[in-house]
């Protein structure tokens, strides 16, 4: 049986993208939802999943944030995918000739300015891989997509104008999740540890659990409070610091998390990518 990794979208999407930059050597499956990346795992269909949790310019992937610590998979890798868009056509078509683009909303409000230079109408689609094969399978040289490299190649449309992003820095950020973790020290620049928990009911909870942090010289690089359970008072906390957790630091550090906490759980520890530097 060939091994597989599993990402949300269309062949050709940005997690599609990540999967074969992290792991070319893995068939890429593609799935329907995040949910049914996670269960294709579970159900030994992949080894490995692919999902995505924040972009530098729309933030965190709140469905993802939701889902990690239910999920039963463990955090074993981080990637990094720049989001670079092109105007990808049929075949013969040209830059003039196109009336309207189609693109998941997202990457539609990405090329604002280059739509808006060269007159181009915008029309939504469900996704960026998606679009592309619609605008294949129509081959009107008057209707364009939205996105990337991969996805013009699976669907062979030409690249009419590329990397029309209004923004030059856009990144996503990808966790490669297993059913086993790997608590190994592995990769060249460090470890990054995540967890999530739910601080004790006191006054100043949350500001003596992350004491420990900044006492014992520990680098949070993310935290981010969201509601469970559709509950206004049931706040969940996810963060991500510089270490292991065999560190003394970072022991010592999640020691005194644990004494404020109701609720902790490490979901993963993975070399740091070199992107994120």
Request: one cysteine or more.
């Amino acid at each position: 049986m060939t091994a597989r990794i599993a990402f949300q979208g269309e062949p050709g999407a940005y997690s599609h993208q990540a999967c074969v930059n992290a792991h070319p050597q893995l068939e890429a499956l593609p799935c329907r939802t995040f949910e049914d990346v996670i269960a294709a795992v579970h159900e030994g269909v992949a080894e490995l999943a692919m999902l995505p949790v924040e972009n530098t310019t729309f933030g965190r992937v709140p469905d993802n944030h939701n889902l990690l610590p239910q999920s039963g998979l463990h955090i074993i890798d981080e990637a990094f995918v720049r989001v670079h868009i092109n105007l990808l056509g049929v075949r013969g078509a040209k830059l003039g000739n196109v009336v309207s683009a189609m693109s998941h909303p997202v990457l539609l409000g990405q090329c604002r300015e280059f739509l808006k230079l060269h007159g181009i109408q915008r029309v939504t689609g469900a996704d960026t891989a998606g679009s592309a094969r619609h605008v294949a399978e129509l081959g009107d040289t008057k209707l364009a997509a939205l996105a990337g490299d991969l996805a013009g190649e699976i669907y062979g449309l030409d690249v009419l104008a590329r990397h029309i992003e209004d923004q030059g820095n856009n990144t996503t950020r990808f966790l490669v999740m297993g059913l086993e973790p790997d608590f190994t020290r592995r990769g060249d620049h460090g470890m990054i540890t995540t967890f999530v928990f739910q601080v004790r009911n006191i006054p100043a909870a949350l500001y003596k659990a992350m004491g420990g942090f900044a006492t014992n010289g520990v680098n949070m690089t993310k935290l981010e409070s969201y509601m469970v359970g559709g509950s206004f008072t049931a706040t969940q906390f996810y963060a991500d610091i510089e270490g292991h957790p065999d560190d003394p630091n970072v022991r010592l550090a999640l020691d005194e998390l644990r004494y404020f906490t109701t609720m902790l759980k490490i979901l993963g520890t993975y070399p740091a990518d070199a992107a994120r530097r």
